[in-house]
Nanobody, 121 residues
Framework: VQLQASGGGLVQAGGSLRLSCAAS????????MGWFRQAAGKEREFVAH????????DYADSVKGRFTISRDNAKNTVYLQMNSLQPEDTAVYYC???????????????WGQGTLVTVSS
């Protein structure tokens, strides 16, 4: 299984970015997926996750109302639409595949390489 995250970059505060995570392997469509981030000098933190069908999602309080996670199982891709970005959103963003299909169970066993998002003030 390989996860390839892309879409990061430099954006001004208030701007938007869409991250993509392309997955290899047939298990993608039966796995919940998640986005995490790690800012410099901080621990990695949960951002959002989505069930195998896309029917259930959940977000960290810090991004609720600004970020939207979605997936296209036909393309083996999960997305993170990020709006109203703030400097505190600056981090390396990672996608991960959950061992389980539902978000109520969390065990992320495959991780992508990360994509850097930098938000300038």
């Amino acid at each position: 299984v390989q996860l390839q995250a892309s879409g990061g970059g430099l954006v001004q505060a208030g701007g938007s970015l869409r991250l993509s995570c392309a997955a290899s392997g047939r298990a993608f469509s039966t796995s919940a997926m998640g986005w995490f981030r790690q800012a410099a000098g901080k621990e990695r933190e949960f951002v959002a996750h989505i069930s195998w069908s896309g029917g259930s999602t959940d977000y960290a309080d810090s991004v609720k109302g600004r970020f939207t996670i979605s997936r296209d199982n036909a393309k083996n891709t999960v997305y993170l639409q990020m709006n109203s970005l703030q400097p505190e959103d600056t981090a390396v963003y990672y996608c991960a595949r959950n061992k389980y299909s539902i978000i109520e169970k969390r065990e992320y066993n495959y991780w992508g390489q990360g994509t850097l998002v930098t938000v300038s003030s």
